[in-house]
Each structure stands twice: as C-alpha cells, then as structure tokens.
C-alpha cells in the first residue's frame, strides 16, 4: 500500500461518519469500516431527533452521502477490523471484508432481485418487528446501495442471481482480507439495547404489547413496519394509552448496568410527542426517577411536552406489568412517590427504555487493538477529563457513545475532536519525516 | 437446696376464685405456693400466659374454672379444657412435663377441694423440682444498643442508603398494594433523613413480610427486608406484641428451647420401622413440625406426614438419617423478629449438637429451616462443615441417579408455589418442578406469579396477620385455583398452615375460588412411590 | 460544462413523496401533472425519496435525457438538501445555481397534515413559484478564496486553550486573546474537578505551561476585542490591550471560547441579606483557602435560578455534580458535619457520576427532593443558624433544617462579553443567552457563519471533559479550511450596475458587513468576498442600480407575482 496519510475510523454512525468528513475534507485519506452492510448507525433508526423534531434521516443522509461520494473516503461496509499492529503513525490493519455474494461494482441498487427472493427474515433494521429477504438492503436510503445476501438463510435457490440484469449475483465470492496501512486510528462503534427480557416483572419476550424504545420509534418511522401509522403489532388496534418507562436497566446496581443511559428522558419525550401528533386523543404517561434535562434545550423540550402536548410526567418506577391475556391489555402497578399513592394503571401500551450498553463486540475489537474497557465496557479514556478522547493506545482515539453515555451533538463534537487529534497525530508524524 | 415451687393460677371470678376466697374463709391452710389471678372465665386463659408463665420461670399453673356445665358463660370452661390440652402437649413436647399444667374444675362452695388441689399440686411440682427455665435472663433481654449505630450500619450492608426512591418496591409489595398506609419506600426516606423514630415505633417495620420481592427488583440492590430485620431488634417491642399472631406462642417456644436444661420429647411422630441413628454421615433436621401438628391439630394438615416421608423416602433410597432427638428450633422466627441474642444462641447449640453427630450433609424440608442452616448460620460463625439441601435438591438428584422408583400413577394436575425461602430467598425454582414432572400421570402448570415473581403466602414470623394479608392470600389461592390444578403443591409447611388458616375463617369470596387440596412436596413423592 | 445562458430554459421538476411527509397529505401524483402544466417545464417526476441514492441517479437520469438546463425539486426545506441537490447538477454540467427548490413540506405537507386537500393546491402554488424563478435565474461563478493558516481563538480558558493547543500540534499558528491578565478562565476559581477529585490548580497550570512553551501559540492577555472585519479565511481582527495598546491580527478562522459567568442570586434565600448563605463558587473558594468553620449542618440549594417558569428555563447541567462534589468534601474534611442536598432532579448522568451519587449516599450525604412550586424557604434563626422549610416531595411532608450554612446551586449565564462579541462577530446569541450554533444536532460547535467556531460554556454549561471534547471538536472544525488553504465561496453577492449608480452612498451606509464602497469615480463597488447576500443595499437603492445574484427584483418579483397566481410571460 502506498504511504499516504490515512486513518483507520472503525464504525459507521453518526460518530464515525462526522470524523470521516472531517478528516476527508481537510485532504486526509480515509477507510470507513462498518460491520453491518450500511453506515448510519443507529440515528438512522430514529423517526425524528429531539429536541428540534428534525427528520432524523433527513439531516443524516446528506452526510451517509457525502462519506460515499466523497473522493478521500473509502467505504469498507459489511467488514470487520482483524488484526492491528504497530504503532501510532504507523498501524498495520487487517481488515475482514465479509461476502456479501453481489459484486458492488455491478449492483445498481435495483431491488429486482429482492423482489423474487422466496425467503422472509425479520429485519435487524426494523428491531426484527418488520419483513426483508434473504437478499437485502438494511433501509432504503442504504449506503452504499448495495444488496447483500443474509448467508444464515440464504436457500441458494438462485431465483436473485437469474433475475438479475446487472449479473452482479456472485456465489463463488470469498471473504476478502485486506491490509491497510494507517497513522491513526479512530474507534466510534456507538452502543446497543441492554437485554431487558431478564427484568421479568415487566413481561417483555412474553407480552406482545411490551417494547423497547427502538422498537416502538420503528413503529412511529414512516419507513417502518408500519407506515409511520401508530398501531399495536398484536392486533392493529390503535393505542389509547401508553406508558414509557424509564430507567429500565440503567441506574442499577443489579439486574443491569450502574451508569445513567443520558438520553433517554428526552428521547421518551420525542416519541411521546410523536405519538400524541400521530393520535392526538392517545394518552401518554412517562414514569420517571430523576427527569435528566441537562442539555442544550431539553429542559425546554420536557416543558413543552407538558405545557403545549399534554404529555403526563409521573416520579414513580414502576414495579411490574401484567397482561390481561385475551386482549392484551397491560396493567401496571407503580407508587406514584409525590402523591404517595400505590396503584394501578391499565394501558395499551407499554414502552421501556432500555439501558443503552456499548456493544458486545467491543470487548471482542478492544484485544484486537489492545484497548482498555473502563467496567461498564466503554472504551477507557487516557484522562476522563484532560484527555478523553485519547485511549491507552497512542495513536487510537475514541469519540461517540463507546466513549461514554451522550447525545448525538456531544457524539458529533467528540467525533469531530477525534479528527483533530488523529490529524495531530499525522502532523507529528509529517514534522518527523521533515527532519 | 431446694427451691420452693413457684405456682401461678388462673382462677374463674365465678366459680373457683369464689372458691379459693371461701378456703381462706373458713381458715384452711394450704402451702404458699400459689400465686392467683383473677379471670372472668377460665376459657379467658390464653396458652400463651401459659407458656409465658413457663418461660419466666413458673414451675407450674394452675387453671381452674366452674364445673361442666355450671360455666357462667355456658360453655367457657370446655373451650378451656380443649385449650388446656394442647398446651399440655406443647409442654410434653418441650420436655417440661404435662403435668405442669392443672385443670381442675371448683365451685364456689368448694374450698376444701381449692385448699387440696394446691397441696396435691404443690407436692406433685416439688417432686418433678424446679422448672429448668427458671434461672433464665428475661428472654428479651437488650443489651444497652446505640440505636443510630445499628441503624447506620444497616444502612450501609443492605445497600439502603443506595435508595433512589423509585417506589418500585412499594409497586411490588403485595402489602403495599392493600394498605394505603404502608410503603417501603417511604419507611426507607425517614429512616435516611435521621427521621427513624415514627419508623421505630410505629407498625411499618413489623408490616414486612420479608419476602424478597422488593430486593428482587430494587434496582440498587436495596435489600429491604434485611435492613426492616437490622431494625427490628431495637424496634418498640410493645408494638410487635400487639400485632404477633397467636400471641407470640411460636416464638416463646423458639426462645424455651434455648435452655440447655430443657430436653424435649419431640421424636413420637416417628413411623414404625423407621431406620434412623444418633449418629451419621446424613442428618434430617426436622424442623417445629411437632410443635405446629399439635397446635395448629384442628387443620388437620397431617403435617406430621412431612416427617415421616421424608424419613420413609430416605429409608427406601438407603439412607438412614441421623435425627437430633433434642433438636432445637433453628431459630428463623427469632431472627427475622430482631431477637438477635436469642438467635445466636439457638444457632451455636445447634451447630454444636449437628457436629456432634459427625453429619456432613444435612436436609431440612423446610424452606425457613433450609435458609438459616445454609445462609444465616453461616453469616454469624462463619463456614461449616456440613453441606445443606432441601429435601427438593435431594430428590431432583436421586431422580437424575435413577434411585427413586415410582409406583403409583398419581393422576393429579399440579400447581406449585414457590415459597419465599426457597425461593427468591435462597433460588431454588427448578428442582421442586423437576420432581413434581417426574411424578407419573402428574401435569405440572404455573401460577402466572410464578418463580422469581411468585407471591408470598401471606404471613411471615407470625407478624401482621391482618386483614391486609388475608387480601394477600385470598388473591393468592384464586390464582391457584384458576390454573385448573386440582392440587397445590408446596415446600413450606407454614405456607400450607397460614393459607388452611385463612380458608378455615368467614371468607369474602365463595369457598369454591378458594379451596384448594394442598400437599406438601415430600408426602406427595412418597405417595407416588407407595411409601404412604 | 456549463451551458450557455442565453437558452431557452428547459426545466425539470421532480416532486418528492418523503415517504409519507409530504404523500400521505399532498396528492403527489397531481401535483406532478399540474407542474408539466407549467411554462418551460419539459419533465416531472415523483420520487420517494428524491435524496437518496436512487433518487440522485433519477435526477441525472433526467437532466440527461431531457436535455434539461434547470432542476426544480419539490421536497423538503433548502436548508438540508440545497447543497445536496446542487452538487449532483454539477456533476450532470448543471450550474448549481440553475437549481431551485419547492418546500412542500416543512411549509405545507408537515404544518396542514389534516387538510389534504388544501395541502394540495398550496403545493401546486409552491411549485409554480419556484418555476417562476427557475424560469429566470442564471448560472453563477464561485469565487475562491485563500485561508489564512492561523486561527483565533477568543477566550483563554480551559476550552480556548484546548483548541490551541490541538491547532498548534497540526501544525497552524493560533493567537488566544484572553480578557483577565492571565490565562485560565474559570478553572482558576476552581478547587478539585469531579468525578477524579484532582486538583483544578495542577491540572490548569499544566496546560497553561504547554500552551505558553508552545512556538506556535501566541498568547495576548487584558486583550479584548475591539473590531471584526472579514469572512473565512480572511478575517481581521482589531484586539486592544487594556493599556490601550492596539493590534491587527489576520487570521483564517475565529474560535469563540469566551465561557460563562456565574448568576448571583441577589435576593434569593437570602443570599447577601444573611452572611451565611453563600453560593457554590463561593464555597469552592472557601475550601480552596482552607477556610471551613466546624458547621453542624450545611444545606445546598439545586436550581436556584435556573429551570425557571420564565427567564433562566435551562438546566445549567453541571451543578448537581458541584455540589456533589463540595458536599464529599466538606465530609472529608469535616465528618461530623450533616449535609443536606435540596434538589429537583439529580442530573447525575453519563458514565461516572452516578458512582459519585452512590459514593455521595455512601458518606451519608441526605438528600431532599422538593418541587418546583413548592420551593424551600430560608430564614435566619437564633445564634446565627439559618432555618431552612422544605416541602419534602417524596415524604409528603414539611420538614424544618435548622443550619449553620446554606449554599445556593446557580446556573452559568451568558457571559458579561457575549452580547458585544455577537455584534463584532455577527453571530447569534439563543434565546438562553449562549451562543446558537448552525445546526443542534448535526453542526453543534460551527455557526452559521463560516469560519467561526463555538467550544466550551460560552455554548452551554457544561464541565471540563466536555469543554474539552468540544474544544478539540472546534479544532477540526477549524482546520478544515485551513488545511486546504483554498475555499470556494457564495456566488450570491451583491451586483452594481455602474451605468445606473447615482453615488448616493446609501448602501454604503446600510451594509452590515461594509461590503461597499464608493470608489473613486464615486460609484459604489462591492467587495464580494465580504458581501453575504443580505440584499439590504438592493432594498434600498433608489436607482436600481445594486442587486443581488440570483436574487434579482426580477426574480422575486416573478415568485411574489406567481404566488398570485399569475405567471409572466
């Protein structure tokens, strides 16, 4: 490989896309490695962002499309870091390009093939409470555009690779190892659900009217399962009442994680903003412990939500759900802690926020590059405070929500911190060579 | 030397006490050993004045009440003797003797007869000598304790002072969810505000029924039924007397055991040909199941039945269990009631009388019993040398052994509850479920409360039955009900007393929603194997 | 290539469905008949979803096969998609400036979702105005600009000197000016940072060591602002010393990092009306000297002054965690005593502080949650102790606190500078007195104008990690331009037809960017790096001689006129 000054950015979220752009725009090469066949990440999922209600792909997919166009950046998708080796201002970096068996080169995004696929998977994209094929692409402003076929269950039929005018259909495609060669390293593989099926009091697995957030924002998407049309998956019906939970997992010295998620008040008050523009007559009830309104705007967006949407706050966890198994119908009980109340509460809906975790797969990536993970499994900080982009690594940067629980402005800003240091990092390595 | 019998008398304001006053009216001279008190009728006296006379020393009591059929309130004197009769037996059971205990029946006119029963009783009681019990400290003996240490370091172990005040525990209790008036949450904020008195002295800490359910879902690990026993043992007494069951029979009992002088007769319930030893590398530790059989007899819970399965099973799979013949109490109830000093006291004698007998695995098929051996013996003096399991873990694992043949198709469908110690307590969910589906012809279904979620029988050491954990129970059984099981199947004697209890009183449902055929885990096994 | 500008224009609309934002309330497929209705316009199309991928290549595919010279598309608003469009014209040899948008749905579809059908015809009239002006508008060239590789960063605190420091490793010189006659910001008044407990003094005094050893950092303190004048790439700065000694700087990019100040609660809890009732800054200061009295009971106040109905309505976010903090400290230092946290919400978020909480219920720090209507009251009692009445939320109960020391929790609020600095720098302040930046979410630490930056709490409260997250944020941000040293700029300036000019000088007077000047023929001329295409001088030139590019009266004329109802000829 040539030695022109590169960095590697592991993850392709909002996070890893902002360092990307920034890196690329000042002239600096970069490969952009995502596991999954499309960068976006997880705002991608999201219907709308709070505390401005934008569009959250609108405002994403003009970035998702500038990393795949943009000449400097280089889109490894579908592909998973390997092996790293040397050290800051020279990495060696294998990187596992995994078979999609569709030539990129020839797919044109087409989607005629998808169209004949006789196999049905429930898709990750939609929390698996939507439909695609075996041949795929995760949602449609995907990118890159390409299709990928689900190898798990995949009948190899073939009924895609005969429908296909471009031939881009490939069987025989192998894993591909390729090597790279970097100064710097940025590491921005942003967070996942807790398993919150263990807190049994709540019935989620078990009652079909039990989400989780990311769930319940798919059924709000207008490119969801649904249509963006709020409906109950278990009989179509439209919510009455519903109830967001907070703290589910989080804040928990047992049966989850210690550590405050940071995001979740706020973004239960944009879905339950979202649903009472969805069904204005639905009423909605977040059960809360401490309202974390510390942002920019949120404690204005949380007044808004009472004031001008009606949107009911009560300080209460609750203790459990129970399912009225004929209709489905849910009652919870919870101690109202202001009124000093005990009761009961019958929903339609009952939607957790679950504890949003670093990835199980970071543990897997931190002993490939040699990375500390702090105990809750966020990637440690050479400084919490002085230096917290910096990891244990030189030369191996950290920004996003691996780094620590935040939003995605603070995910953006950190991204975009990331880029300076790794450009310190090549700027050191250029006044080096210079003498 | 010889101590001079100390005697307390009950006597009936009608009849006997009449008749005492006409002894000393016509000048008769009897010993002055008597110490009388007044009732208005002798079934006014309760067993438990019995038991406490005992337990403060008397060497013996005397109930005397009108003759049968002269009683002034019809039939008082009968429910007396009944009474009387079993509490004889408790005595027997202790070891104290029955005929520490007297009945007789004196008119008014009958002084003479007054003056020769205390003679004859005073004479017999100095031949039996003195009660072993009389040397005793008072049984609730404080020692000078710094209310706000104990609390501060309670706090601390149990993870209290880590409260975030959710209220997800109130939302769980099934206490909480009857009574307006109590909840944990905000017991646990006075108590964190230094503001501990009302909490001290008011009936919230003894409303608990340590069940675990809140400490299941406390997201900070709260372990509140802990932190309620920490302050349970400087908690106001008074309070908890007025609201302990049964007058705090149970406990007194516990805390007569505790005397080394006391050698009980408790091993009559022992079938014929039972094989057990002294000695041996197995102990079966019964447990108060004598004491409940005769107290709790009206039930007719055949609790006695537990036992001697067990005894049976162990027999058949070629085991033969060591019994403690002077088995005390474990010491649960006195433990959770915050008699600390007690417990300790009940713990080390017990220890010491099971390392004696060279036991290196103990079973117990009382989830209470099974808590205290493993959990809490262990916590105070540290590690044992002996392993202990509930009678469930064993037969799960003789059954995987293929040591346990079953002879009869028992054709029932089964509904287990998870007790509180057995379960959340000490997780033990899967092994009672696996034996009862091994059972042939037997069809296992759930409460929808089930395992980690299951509900308490309603009552725990005795404290607050009320009308609130009748609520508890009442909701309880229906739910067992309305699985369509035909029997309820449980690990705890206590559970089956308390819920036989709450059917046996005026019910504000319909009998049928609540009745149920209960069993206990052992009896059923051994039916199924044709040991009964 | 570009096509020549004489064409007849050739107009293609393409109307986007958004998935259902705009078809589930507008009738696309009308709509799109009604635009082919249109003068000019020689291809519509609908498309789900117009920016992506696919519907990218539509657009091409369009342009290439109808020979189209002009591109409408009909979707969403300019502000996110405009450069998006106009880079895939370019790339098909459409000028970017040939490209109009419709806003058919932040404007229609989103703010009339239960009147589809009036929904409709507004959408059609939205469409008809932006053909109107495709119909007149003209390619435009992109003047290219040098960068200066220097940066200016204004503030010399903890976030200034991050960014400096960051740019200076990657190689560009940076000029921090800061205010006090030392550097160092609020960390100065600083005793021990949380969640590490280390030393605000050390851990300052090393940065500040860095940045003065650094040969590319040059540092100017008592230095204020006292003129900005410019656009990326080539501001300049006229700084002042307090002396009165003045300077030039030029520089590419401009970091604002001027911090906040801290409320003072006059007349709140009795604060300067009892001596012992003190905020937390003055707390922090009392710990830093070592000058604790052996208190009984010391009680905080959270919120005060903040989250208010009206006037301060944020969370200032860091306090909790101060408090926090200065309570384990008072703790450490004095075990016996009591301390109370009166507080709202706890705002112990992120991945560390709900340690610190559990750490703080550790040392038996009490905690009192009361509710905004009902706030705590405070009175002086005997002996000098303060009575502090509380509603306590949770217990439903009054609970009187008799103390030795109450400490009221204030936010951090605009910086005393802040208004001015907006003024020289021609960047908005929001509506809670911090700085706005361009986009919230996706463009936090940019502000709309180019080349200047936000970082630390001169953007909103936050604490050391953060300020330095978003420190080195802006030290990307800032490097961009500078580190490619050319940039593009608006074609949207301001045009004079000299013919015309009268030299009136009235534009002159009105620009805000003094953009024009009369030159020596005494006609007004247009510095077009600086113009930004306000249009003001257009407005009111009485000659029409000065107008905008892309923005001609003819053009708005024609929407305003097509808006109507009537389309020129």
Redesign the interface.
Known sequence: MESEKAVLVIGGG?AGI?ASL?LA???LKVYLVESSPSIGGRMAQLDK?F??M??SM??????M??C??HPNITLLTYSEVQEVSGKAGNFSVKVLKKPRFIDETRCT?CGECAQHCPIEVYNEFDMKLGIRRAIYVPF??A???KYTIDDEHCIKCRLCQKTCRAEAVDFNQQPQTISLSVQAIIVATGYELFDVQR???YGYGRYKNVLVSLEFERLLS??GPT??HLLRISDGRIPRKIAFFQ?V?S??????V???S?ACCVYATKEAILVREHVPECEVYIFY????????????FV?RAKDDWGIKYI??????V?EDSKTGNLTL??????????K?MKVDLVVLCPALVPRVASKELASVIGLEL?E?G?FKSKD??????DTNVPGVFT?GYCQ???D???S??????????A??VI??G??REAH | METEPRIVAFLCNWCSYAGADVAGMSRISYPPNVRAMRVMCSGRVDPSFVIRAFETGADGVLVAGCHPGDCHYVSGNLKAEKRMETTRKLLKLLGLGSERLRLEWISTSEGAKFAEVVRDFTESIRKMGPNPLRTEVDAKASANTNTKEVISKALRKT?VQ?C??????????PI??VN?AY?P??TVERFLLSSEDRALSGTDLWTCLTCFL?T??????VRYPEFVRACRGIASKEVMEEICAHKGIPLALSRIMINPKIKQERMGWLPEGAEVSRKGDFLYFVGCLPYFDVYFEDFNLEIMKIAQSVVKILNKVGIKPAILNNEKCCGHDLLWTGDLENFEKLARINVAEIKETGATKIVTACPECYRTLKKDYVELLGNMDFEVLHISELLSKLIDEGKIKFETELARKVVYHDSCRLGRHMGVYEPPRKVIASLPGTELVEM?RN???AICCGVNAWLSCNKYSKEVQIDRLIEAKTTGADLLVTTCPKCQIHWKCVTSEKLPVDASEVTMNMRDLSVLVAEAMNLA | MERAEEETPRIGVFVCH????IG?VVNVPKVVEYAKTLPNVVYAEDN??T????G?SKIKEGIGKYNLNRVVVAS?TPR??E??FR?TCEETGVNKYLFEMANIREHCSWAHMHEPEKATEKAKDIIRIAVAKARLIQPQKEPEIDVTPSALVIGGGVAGM?AAL??A???FRVHIIEKEPELGGTLRHLHK?Y??M?DASD?LNQ?IKAVESNKNIEVSTSTTIKEVKGFIGNFEATVQKVNGEAANLRVGTIIVATGADIFEPIGMYGYKEYGNVITQLQLEQLLKDGQLKKWERVIMIQCVGS?EEKGR???S?ICCMTALKNAVLIKELLPDTDVYILFR???????????YH?MAQDRGIKFIKY?QEKPPTVVSAENGKLTVNVYH????EQVTISGDLVVLSTPLTQHENAKELSQFLKVPLGS?G?FFEA???????DFATDGIFV?GTA??PKD???S??????????A??PM??KRLRTEAITAMVNENLCSGCGTCVKLCPYGAIEKDAKGVARVTEVMCKGCGVCGASCPEKAISMRHFTDEQVTAQALAALGRLTA
């Not at chain 1, 609108?58 to 970035?63: G, M, S, T």
């Not at chain 1, 804040?251 to 989850?256: A, E, F, I």
């Not at chain 1, 300080?315 to 459990?320: K, N, S």
């Open positions: 909002i902002q920034d725009g000042r002239g962002t505390p401005t934008d569009c609108c405002i994403l997919a003009p970035k499309i500038e795949f166009r995004g449609p402003q990118v890159p555009l807190l049994s009091e207008a490119s249509g963006g703290c997992g804040r928990s010295l047992k049966g989850g210690s550590f405050c940071s412990n401490d309202l974390k309104v510390f942002g920019k705007g949120f404690q204005e007044t300080r209460a966890l609750p203790g459990e129970i009980w919870y101690e109202d802690t202001i009124e000093n109340l005990t009961d702090d809750n966020f919490p405070l002085f230096a917290p982009i920004c620590g629980p935040k995605i402005p603070e953006v800003a950190q991204a975009s911190g990331a880029a300076a240091r450009a310190e700027a050191l250029a006044s | 993870n880590y975030l005040e959710c209220g997800k525990c109130s939302s769980s209790c909480a969810k307006e909840s949450r905000r809140c299941q879902r406390c997201p900070s690990d929808k395992r980690e979620n | 958004c998935g259902i934002n589930g789900l979803y920016c992506s991928s696919e990218l969403c996110t998609h450069p998006l880079a991050t960051s740019l490793e990657q190689g940072l969640p590490t280390q851990a940065i989250r309505t944020y969370c976010r919400d706890l705002q112990t978020y992120g991945g560390r502080y709900e340690d559990r509710l939320a949770l217990l439903g809670d911090f986009h919230v979410k996706l463009r936090p630490i970082c953007h909103s050391t990690a953060e330095v997250s978003q420190a080195l944020g802006v030290a990307s941000r490097a961009i580190a490619v």
